[in-house]
């Protein structure tokens, strides 16, 4: 097989820039390379374990998705020849390529905290990550009756970095209101609420309001669900480690998280782990016919879906500009969104880009939970997903800073 553009990876990145870059040149001959059948609108899983979205209206079949006159490869890439220009998949087919796209997403590790895979989906064991364990998030918050709820967070990178306190808060506001009495605790890897202090201390009142205790640079080692007991590697203010077993009624875990091994083992990686890309132009730092977005990329910004749908035409507009021999001068600026759910019916809306500076898109305070941003969350982005980002269009409200 030989195409002109190969993108690794049909999620929100790979199809939104491939259906970006159709727009724009329709006779570009695109192929994409993913496995999977199903395209799913991962942002929504928080709400379906919370009990507030049909886990129906989360996903799609992939071939619905995928841009038309774009070829589909339904296969997985086992490895990366980028001196040749070429790639293996699984089949053991070789894909020639002129211009290569990195996006595969980034992998749920559950295997690194010891006991998880032999519990999760049972015994008060839940995950919002994949979509039948959020489906029974939602059963262990609605069929919880009291005692101790434990929600945890893993080392960064993770994909949209809020995603783990959302949940909680979703499940202490059904805890009010349903006069269930539950000892609600945030363990998290991080020293902070989030990392950028603008929403950090504002999530602190937050945090005050359900009564939730938090413990900082505490992290999920082991579990064992029949037991219903937790393992956390704590660090004191010494720096010393040592490891705290906590009971738990229920427990909501983040999996560990990283690039796919394929890429990891690749000559496209950087020390490590991620595709290697410059962060503005996410172009390779070696090999100037790749580019990569997404997940997956070495860009230390939030691995969000916004900042996917930014990046995206940035690729599309810097390759077309490559390969009519222009120059590229299209620059991501880092720019990530997270919706952060307070309750069932509100939600702080935090964008910031590079350095964790504050860029809103409304001239209103960031740091105010707000039911219209509740609506967007739970209407508005879904459409703007199916309908606008993974249709190619380059639409957006500038963000400013603050």
Same mark, same amino acid.
Not at 13 to 33: N, P, T
Not at 221 to 231: L, M, N, Q, R, S
Not at 348 to 361: D, Q, W
């Given at each position: 097989?030989?195409?002109?553009? *190969?993108?690794?990876?049909?999620g929100s990145a790979g199809v939104a820039v491939a259906a970006s870059l159709?727009?724009?040149?329709?006779?570009?001959?695109?192929? %994409?390379?993913?496995?999977?059948?199903?395209?799913?609108?991962?942002?929504?899983?928080?709400?379906?374990?919370?009990?507030?979205?049909?886990?129906?209206?989360?996903?799609?079949?992939?071939?619905?998705?995928?841009?038309?006159?774009?070829?589909?490869?339904?296969?997985?890439?086992?490895?990366?020849?980028?001196?040749?220009?070429?790639?293996?998949?699984?089949?053991?087919?070789?894909?020639?390529?002129?211009?290569?796209?990195?996006?595969?997403?980034?992998?749920?590790?559950?295997?690194?905290?010891?006991?998880?895979?032999?519990?999760?989906?049972?015994?008060?064991?839940?995950?919002?990550?994949?979509?039948?364990?959020?489906?029974?998030?939602?059963?262990?918050?609605?069929?919880?009756?009291?005692?101790?709820?434990?929600?945890?967070?893993?080392?960064?990178?993770?994909?949209?970095?809020?995603?783990?306190?959302? %949940?909680?808060?979703?499940?202490?506001?059904?805890?009010?209101?349903?006069?269930?009495?539950?000892?609600?605790?945030?363990?998290?890897?991080?020293?902070?609420?989030?990392?950028?202090?603008?929403?950090?201390?504002?999530?602190?009142?937050?945090?005050?309001?359900?009564? %939730?205790?938090?413990?900082?640079?505490?992290?999920?080692?082991?579990?064992?669900?029949?037991?219903?007991?937790?393992?956390?590697? *704590?660090?004191?203010?010494?720096?010393?480690?040592?490891?705290?077993?906590?009971?738990?009624?229920? %427990?909501?875990?983040?999996?560990?998280q990283s690039a796919p091994d394929f890429i990891k083992a690749s000559p496209?990686?950087?020390?490590?782990?991620?595709?290697?890309?410059?962060?503005?132009?996410?172009?390779?730092?070696?090999?100037?016919?790749?580019?990569?977005?997404?997940?997956?990329?070495?860009?230390?910004?939030?691995?969000?879906?916004?900042?996917?749908?930014?990046?995206?035409?940035? *690729?599309?507009?810097n390759l077309i500009a490559k390969i009519s021999g222009k120059a590229d001068?299209?620059?991501?600026?880092?720019?990530?969104?997270?919706?952060?759910?307070?309750?069932?019916?509100?939600?702080?809306?935090?964008?910031?880009?590079?350095?964790?500076?504050?860029?809103?898109?409304?001239?209103?305070?960031?740091?105010?939970?707000?039911?219209?941003?509740?609506?967007?969350?739970?209407?508005?982005?879904?459409?703007?997903?199916?309908?606008?980002?993974?249709?190619?269009?380059?639409?957006?409200?500038?963000?400013?800073?603050?």
């Amino acid at each position: 097989m030989n195409h002109q553009i *190969v993108v690794v990876g049909g999620g929100s990145a790979g199809v939104a820039v491939a259906a970006s870059l159709k727009r724009k040149s329709k006779e570009l001959d695109i192929a %994409i390379i993913d496995p999977a059948d199903t395209h799913y609108y991962q942002p929504a899983f928080t709400l379906v374990g919370g009990g507030a979205y049909d886990p129906d209206a989360t996903h799609r079949p992939e071939n619905s998705c995928i841009p038309k006159d774009v070829k589909w490869i339904q296969d997985s890439v086992e490895s990366f020849d980028p001196e040749n220009n070429r790639l293996t998949v699984r089949s053991g087919d070789t894909v020639e390529y002129q211009y290569l796209i990195v996006c595969p997403g980034i992998q749920l590790d559950w295997n690194k905290i010891e006991g998880l895979e032999e519990t999760i989906g049972k015994n008060g064991v839940c995950s919002n990550y994949l979509l039948p364990y959020a489906q029974y998030t939602w059963e262990c918050i609605r069929s919880f009756q009291g005692g101790k709820a434990l929600f945890t967070q893993p080392p960064m990178p993770i994909k949209c970095a809020g995603a783990p306190q959302k %949940i909680m808060y979703m499940a202490a506001d059904y805890f009010k209101r349903k006069g269930r009495s539950a000892e609600v605790n945030f363990n998290t890897s991080l020293p902070v609420m989030f990392g950028v202090p603008l929403f950090a201390e504002a999530l602190k009142g937050v945090v005050e309001q359900y009564g %939730i205790q938090v413990d900082f640079k505490s992290t999920l080692v082991a579990i064992d669900g029949a037991a219903k007991e937790a393992v956390f590697e *704590v660090e004191g203010a010494d720096g010393e480690k040592s490891r705290v077993t906590r009971s738990f009624d229920m %427990i909501h875990v983040t999996p560990p998280q990283s690039a796919p091994d394929f890429i990891k083992a690749s000559p496209l990686a950087n020390e490590a782990g991620w595709v290697d890309v410059d962060p503005a132009t996410l172009q390779h730092a070696r090999y100037d016919n790749v580019y990569g977005l997404g997940d997956a990329t070495s860009t230390p910004n939030a691995k969000t879906a916004a900042a996917a749908r930014l990046q995206a035409p940035v *690729v599309a507009k810097n390759l077309i500009a490559k390969i009519s021999g222009k120059a590229d001068g299209n620059e991501y600026d880092g720019y990530g969104a997270c919706p952060l759910v307070t309750s069932h019916n509100s939600v702080m809306l935090a964008e910031f880009s590079y350095g964790g500076k504050v860029t809103p898109t409304f001239p209103l305070d960031p740091t105010k939970q707000r039911y219209s941003y509740w609506l967007m969350k739970k209407y508005f982005f879904p459409f703007l997903y199916w309908n606008i980002m993974l249709k190619g269009i380059d639409w957006d409200v500038p963000h400013k800073p603050l």
